[in-house]
């Protein structure tokens, strides 16, 4: 079964930072790209970052390019997220979530971890 | 940045009705567009990937459609399960966007 279990979320003041972090189980990690989503408390979905599984390509939202940084450790099977020089317009729910395709990136997502508040 | 309009933003309707939503991209983005459903509390769920194509485990009943600036989803017959937020997704463009969602609500 596939799982992907967020940690690391919680409560920074602004200018601070804070690493996520997506520990994914139930599936060949590493040719999947991996993806960085996020809901701001009642609004709607913003992607944030994205990381090919072949390459190390990295893609950033504008709203977040050059503060957060998206990565991986293929050997833990794990995603993550560090985020610096928070603000509050970063509150939000955050989500990784798996490309569909291996190797061939989709960029449409088929798994979604639960889910970390981060409150700035 | 492509910008992707949903409409409505909110759909007041009853089980068993048909429910069509759509999706407006500011540019083309050829087939490269997929549908989520969220509930409240709940990650996404991918339902459409490639405008049309139903992802793993998705019911017949939910179809998409178009291509280039214009997409549909739609849900033939609404169960009760279905009443939700949907929200379309551009997979072509650097950065990859979503749209503002369309709440599907029991009327």
């Known amino acids: 079964e596939v799982q992907l279990l967020q940690s690391g979320g919680g409560l920074v003041q602004p200018g601070g930072s804070l690493r996520l972090s997506c520990a994914a189980s139930?599936?060949?990690?590493?040719?999947?790209?991996m993806n960085w989503v996020r809901q701001a408390p009642g609004k709607g979905l913003e992607w944030v970052a994205g990381?090919?599984?072949?390459?190390?390509?990295?893609y950033y939202a504008d709203s977040v390019k050059g503060r957060f940084t998206i990565s991986r450790d293929n050997s833990k099977n794990t995603l993550f997220l560090q985020m610096n020089s928070l603000r509050a317009e970063d509150t939000a729910i955050y989500y990784c979530?798996?490309?569909?395709?291996?190797?061939?990136?989709?960029?449409?997502?088929?798994?979604w971890g639960q889910g970390t508040l981060v409150t700035v | 940045e492509i910008v992707l309009t949903q409409s409505p933003v909110t759909l007041s309707l009853s089980p068993g009705e048909r429910a069509t939503l759509s999706c407006r991209s500011s540019?083309?983005?050829?087939?490269?567009l997929a549908w989520y459903q969220q509930k409240p509390g709940q990650a996404p769920r991918l339902l459409i990937y490639?405008?049309?194509k139903r992802a793993t485990g998705i019911p017949s009943r939910f179809s998409g459609s178009g291509s280039g600036t214009d997409f549909t989803l739609t849900i033939s017959s609404l169960e009760p399960e279905d009443f939700a937020v949907y929200y379309c997704?551009?997979?072509?463009?650097?950065?990859?966007?979503f749209g503002g969602g369309t709440k599907v609500e029991i009327k």
């Open positions: 979530a798996r490309d569909r395709t291996w190797y061939s990136s989709s960029w449409n997502f088929d798994y």
């Open positions: 990381l090919r599984g072949i390459g190390d390509n990295t």
């Open positions: 540019q083309s983005v050829s087939s490269y």
């Open positions: 139930g599936f060949t990690f590493s040719p999947y790209a």
């Open positions: 490639d405008a049309s």
């Open positions: 997704q551009q997979c072509t463009n650097w950065p990859l966007t």
